[in-house]
């Protein structure tokens, strides 16, 4: 049974910094990952969406990178904002295509200090 | 968001009474998916379905039915409710195998 973790749970820093995000997965045969964000009381949003034939996708001051031999993924955000205080969702899906949904891990809940 | 919206968006039920959610796209997509996102659990698959009335089982699909009778609606019902399904639950649409997933903006279901 695929496992995503990630870490931290949780992260407090000042605005302004560059800071990484981490996600694990125990079983590498994915299809892709996508990471997204969720803000408190509201719906996901996808964020970036890497195929597993792909290393990394970027926008704006996102990046995420996929290393599926290791079983890593993370985030990268750039000169941080306090408008990017949210929750982080980092999620898989299997090997042979989307049709059975995605595995998430329990996300890293990130706040930015104006 | 767009294309694929639930109702309702908010609901208080009684235990045992039977409650049907529903997610509404308007992509034409294929594959349709049942979430529910508890604290300590983060968000996990409940029914999905990958066609008209093609459905199967998530991993936490007891006390829950799914219906698809047509490509844009996806009925989620729980046929007795009970506290333990108090939760947010999350309807999301796929295209296609290597496309990437969009969800709807949940359901907040409270059973007292």
């Known amino acids: 049974k695929q496992e995503v973790t990630q870490i931290p749970a949780a992260l407090s820093v000042p605005e302004g910094e560059n800071l990484v995000l981490n996600c694990s997965f125990t079983?590498?045969?994915?299809?892709?990952l996508q990471w997204f964000r969720q803000d408190p009381g509201k719906g996901l949003t996808s964020l970036l969406l890497?195929?597993?034939?792909?290393r990394e996708q970027t926008s704006g001051r996102l990046n995420a990178s996929l290393d599926k031999s290791s079983g890593r993924s993370t985030l990268y955000i750039a000169a941080s904002q306090p408008g990017d205080s949210a929750t982080y969702l980092c999620?898989?899906?299997?090997?042979?295509?989307?049709?059975?949904?995605?595995?998430f891990g329990k996300g890293t809940h990130l706040i930015i200090q104006p | 968001d767009a294309g694929i919206t639930q109702s309702p968006r908010h609901k208080v039920t009684e235990t045992g009474t039977p409650v049907t959610l529903r997610c509404h796209q308007t992509e034409n997509h294929r594959y349709m998916y049942w979430y529910r996102q508890d604290p300590g659990h983060g968000l996990r698959l409940i029914h999905y379905s990958y066609g008209v009335k093609d459905t199967d089982k998530g991993e936490v699909s007891d006390g829950y039915s799914v219906s698809r009778s047509k490509t844009e609606d996806f009925l989620l019902t729980l046929e007795s409710a009970t506290s333990s399904q108090t939760s947010v639950y999350f309807c999301a649409i796929s295209g296609a195998e290597n496309y990437g997933y969009t969800f709807g903006s949940g359901t907040r279901l409270t059973v007292v």
């Open positions: 079983d590498s045969a994915i299809y892709n």
């Open positions: 999620a898989v899906s299997r090997s042979g295509g989307g049709a059975d949904g995605l595995t």
């Open positions: 890497i195929q597993s034939s792909q």
